[in-house]
């Protein structure tokens, strides 16, 4: 019932800047928190960031303050500023939606095709 597009993913270099996007369509109204995740080859995914409906956020205490996530409900897009990005940022990252039946965690949440972000020299 919903779909999630990333797009902004590429290669940057360590201490550079990059902006992901996350568009989304059809039953956006079932939509309250939204998310990005981030997985790397050999570890778990990973919560990265989070927002509400309301504007609250929940970011993971590892990130320091980097990264910044926002919403623009007239564009129905969420966006994840990554700033001071390192080697070890390199990853997968998704965006994920809540759905009515559950949060983020749940397995009716909706997520996205995932977009690469490379950070290397």
């Known amino acids: 019932q919903v779909q999630l597009v990333e797009s902004g993913g590429g290669l940057v270099q360590p201490g550079g800047s990059l902006r992901l996007s996350c568009a989304a369509s059809g039953s956006i109204f079932s939509i309250n928190a939204m998310g990005w995740y981030r997985q790397a080859p050999g570890k778990q995914r990973e919560l990265v960031a989070a927002?509400?409906?309301?504007?609250?956020?929940n970011y993971a205490d590892s990130l320091k303050g980097r990264f910044t996530i926002s919403r623009d409900n007239a564009k129905n897009t969420v966006y994840l500023q990554m700033n001071s990005l390192k080697p070890e940022d390199t990853a997968v990252y998704y965006c994920t939606a809540d759905s009515f039946q559950g949060g983020l965690d749940d397995p009716s949440a909706y997520w996205g095709q995932g977009t690469r972000v490379t950070v290397s020299s």
């Open positions: 927002i509400t409906s309301g504007g609250s956020t």
